[in-house]
């Protein structure tokens, strides 16, 4: 036998934690973006600088070949003689900064250079040349002890091809080294691969850079492990101070609430957008408008209102509220002053809340109404149970007053809200108000309406009347009336009507 679920689904709970992970959601693609492009703007940094360096000992390599070919073309040398070397060395050992410049003259196999002759590289292929006779050429430097890889620049004349060692691996190296951020390289010249070291990272933590200036293209790939931490640390940095910022928004959050929709309620207020609407409660004992309930509509833009059910138990908390009920009752009164004083509705019901009774606002302006003529004495409030009863005294005295004036108290949603059985027992009422939920299930099958029977048997012992809303197809409403209950409100009838439909309504019913 399968165990109950002890699973309730919670809205609140849910949006929140909804809210919660779409924020860390948001915090991990933002420190991925963050770290991604943090890392593109260093790694493209050092294929500049790579490639700046380049450039400029490229720029230096012109010179020196130029002041070569003009030595051996003043001294008339032909071939890598000692002669040839005690030149080169006279003229360029006093730069220790540039590089060493190679001569290969026509016909002879061996390198000539400041620090001797050396045997021809193998592997050389001329990579790019231009115009000028300038080019750029690719070889194992022999001189080294692990023969990196080296692009030369080089020149030729009549008689030699100088040589310039402007790029190698080694001098790559150096400046990757002091990249933390950097793993691999992958160098290309004029479409030609040349070098590739660590290549074998993730293709999207790599960057490519063609320079603008030469032909060398790089791409650089991050170091795995230091892109993570980078990524971690951008995370945490987002997160801290995202995380005390949304504990702070969700301290204030209840005020900052408050405060929106107080403004739009005063707005609406303001700029008339609230009206009434009254909807019908039809006696089906004689199949005749008993009275009305007033509810309050607040118009969109489009002419459509909102729902009330999705604001009334904030409005009935802002401070808007007492002077809105004030209009509602005045409104009510003045536009259907005539129907009340025909007796072609008998009384018009307002719904009120304790917190607004407990202000004590409530009868001194009731009495200033009674006293300008207005038909106060066929008002009849319907006290809500959304919110606890504070005060039992000043609703007493309420209570009390309302009776003096002529009107009537029915008890709102009987059953449902904070009140229950305590408010009935407590306060002396004319009518209660069975809730549409209860309604509602008289349409499903094999329910039993036990507690509208036991609504019944006690207005009937307390001597009063009992309303039924959310009344919206006829078997509801036969069943309502086998049980006991004859005063009926709900679509069955008539939706809320403005002032004036109402006015047709009754004239057709």
Request: hydrophobic content about 40%; proline content about 3%.
């Amino acid at each position: 036998m399968a165990m109950p679920s002890t699973f309730k689904y919670n809205s609140p709970n849910a949006i929140k934690s909804l809210t919660a992970g779409l924020l860390f959601i948001i915090l991990m693609i933002t420190s991925l973006g963050l770290s991604h492009y943090w890392l593109t703007h260093q790694l493209t940094s050092v294929a500049k600088q790579i490639d700046q360096k380049y450039q400029q000992r490229h720029l230096t390599a012109k010179v020196q070949m130029k002041e070569v070919q003009t030595m051996l073309q003043q001294e008339q040398e032909t071939y890598c003689s000692d002669e040839t070397i005690e030149l080169l060395k006279k003229k360029l050992f006093v730069q220790n900064a540039q590089p060493v410049p190679w001569v290969r003259f026509i016909g002879e196999n061996t390198i000539c250079s400041a620090i001797g002759r050396w045997p021809v590289p193998a592997g050389g292929e001329i990579i790019y040349r231009d115009i000028d006779g300038n080019a750029l050429v690719q070889a194992d430097d022999a001189r080294t002890f692990n023969k990196q890889q080296t692009i030369y620049a080089s020149v030729i004349d009549g008689t030699a091809k100088v040589f310039v060692p402007v790029q190698s691996a080694d001098a790559i190296n150096k400046i990757l080294a002091e990249c933390q951020m950097c793993g691999g390289i992958k160098v290309t010249v004029n479409g030609k691969n040349w070098m590739a070291q660590n290549t074998d990272g993730n293709p999207f933590a790599s960057i490519g850079y063609q320079s603008k200036d030469s032909d060398f293209a790089y791409t650089l790939i991050a170091n795995e492990s230091a892109r993570n931490q980078l990524w971690l640390t951008i995370f945490l940095l987002l997160l801290i101070p995202t995380a005390l910022l949304a504990g702070v928004l969700y301290l204030v959050s209840p005020q900052l609430i408050k405060f929106y929709w107080h403004r739009r309620f005063y707005c609406a207020f303001k700029n008339e957008s609230f009206y009434l609407a009254y909807q019908p409660i039809v006696d089906t004992e004689n199949e005749q408008t008993f009275g009305v309930e007033t509810l309050l509509r607040w118009r969109k833009k489009d002419d459509q209102y909102w729902e009330t059910g999705s604001y009334i138990g904030i409005l009935e908390q802002d401070s808007v509220m007492p002077e809105l009920t004030k209009w509602m009752i005045k409104t009510a009164l003045s536009e259907l002053k005539s129907l009340l004083r025909s007796n072609q509705i008998a009384k018009c019901s307002i719904n009120i809340s304790a917190k607004l009774i407990e202000q004590g606002q409530l009868l001194p302006y009731l009495q200033l109404l009674a006293n300008k003529g207005y038909p106060v004495d066929q008002l009849c409030f319907e006290l809500t149970e959304r919110q606890p009863v504070e005060s039992w005294q000043q609703i007493h005295e309420f209570v009390a007053g309302c009776k003096q004036l002529g009107c009537r108290i029915k008890l709102d949603d009987v059953g449902i809200g904070y009140g229950g059985g305590m408010l009935i027992q407590q306060l002396e009422f004319d009518c209660f108000k069975i809730n549409k939920a209860f309604t509602r299930l008289l349409s499903v099958e094999n329910n039993q309406p036990f507690l509208i029977r036991s609504y019944v048997a006690i207005a009937k012992e307390m001597g009063i009347s009992l309303i039924a809303e959310g009344v919206e197809t006829k078997e509801q409403a036969e069943l309502l009336k086998n049980l006991g209950v004859h005063l009926h409100q709900g679509w069955l009838y008539s939706k809320a009507l403005p002032a004036s439909e109402l006015r047709t309504y009754l004239l057709k019913h």
